[in-house]
């Protein structure tokens, strides 16, 4: 039952990326189109070739380079986006526990957090010149304010009764912030970790076009600029995956941490 259930659920998960490229493939062949939006086919073509090819050869810069750029990629993420639930996460339950910490934090982070990344990659550059460490700074920032911000919210949303019952057993304020509200927060906190890391992943594409010279985004605006649109949809559609795959990682980990949580909704 479950076996029939999952496939159908596969099949419908199917239809619309199925429909996606048909009419991609439609579209691509009309001669109008030609050199602006290549086929599946020469998508797939030149994908291929910047996976498994061997470098070196020919003119194409682009062979073989494909796990290369997705590893400058993935890390530059992985660090940047550490940072920002490393910081986010404790301070996001200070400002949503403590009115002092609110006050102090709160209207700073709420300045700021309106400013697009793309207005900090001047800065950056100007700070950190063409180098790792302004496209990590960069997607710090992308994924500190939704991380803070839904970690701040699940603090504040505490179930008042269970602070009522940890202050009556004697719990310490300590205790009360990572026996109950951590706790109480998780939901949130994981939601604003996918939410984070969705926008760290945006903020690595655009600082790698500007701010470094390596990475998906780097190849992506450089494919681009000499006109191969079949390397610029297989950089969105590779930046797309490990998109996907990151979350589903979150996703994992939050199902494990969360088990109550699975129990509750069955």
């Given at each position: 039952m479950k076996t029939t259930v999952h496939f159908k659920q596969l099949m419908l998960g199917l239809v619309i990326p199925t429909v996606v490229v048909v009419l991609w493939q439609v579209m691509g062949s009309m001669p109008d189109m030609a050199g602006i939006l290549p086929t599946p086919l020469k998508v797939l073509e030149g994908w291929h070739s910047w996976i498994f090819a061997k470098p070196g050869l020919g003119l194409n810069p682009y062979l073989g380079t494909w796990l290369a750029n997705v590893e400058y990629s993935s890390m530059r993420v992985a660090q940047g986006f550490t940072l920002a639930a490393l910081v986010g996460v404790p301070l996001g339950l200070l400002i949503g526990w403590s009115k002092f910490i609110s006050q102090m934090f709160d209207p700073m982070i709420q300045s700021l957090r309106p400013i697009p990344i793309t207005a900090w990659l001047p800065f950056s550059i100007a700070v950190f010149g063409i180098r790792d460490i302004g496209s990590i700074f960069l997607i710090f920032l992308g994924g500190f304010y939704a991380i803070v911000v839904n970690t701040t919210q699940g603090a504040r949303d505490v179930d008042r009764n269970l602070v009522r019952a940890a202050l009556m057993m004697g719990a310490s304020r300590t205790q009360l912030l990572l026996r109950?509200?951590?706790?109480?927060?998780?939901?949130?906190?994981?939601?604003?970790?996918?939410?984070?890391?969705?926008?760290?992943?945006?903020?690595?594409?655009?600082?790698?076009?500007?701010?470094?010279?390596?990475?998906?985004?780097?190849?992506?605006?450089?494919?681009?600029?000499?006109?191969?649109?079949?390397?610029?949809?297989?950089?969105?559609?590779?930046?797309?995956?490990?998109?996907?795959?990151?979350?589903?990682?979150?996703?994992?980990?939050?199902?494990?941490?969360?088990?109550?949580?699975?129990?509750?909704?069955?």
């Open positions: 109950v509200v951590l706790p109480a927060a998780m939901p949130s906190i994981f939601t604003g970790l996918r939410i984070g890391l969705g926008i760290s992943w945006t903020a690595v594409i655009v600082s790698e076009m500007v701010a470094v010279k390596s990475g998906l985004g780097y190849v992506l605006w450089d494919a681009y600029y000499v006109g191969r649109m079949d390397i610029v949809l297989a950089d969105m559609v590779s930046i797309g995956a490990m998109g996907y795959i990151s979350d589903r990682i979150i996703v994992f980990i939050e199902r494990k941490m969360l088990v109550w949580r699975i129990l509750q909704s069955h």
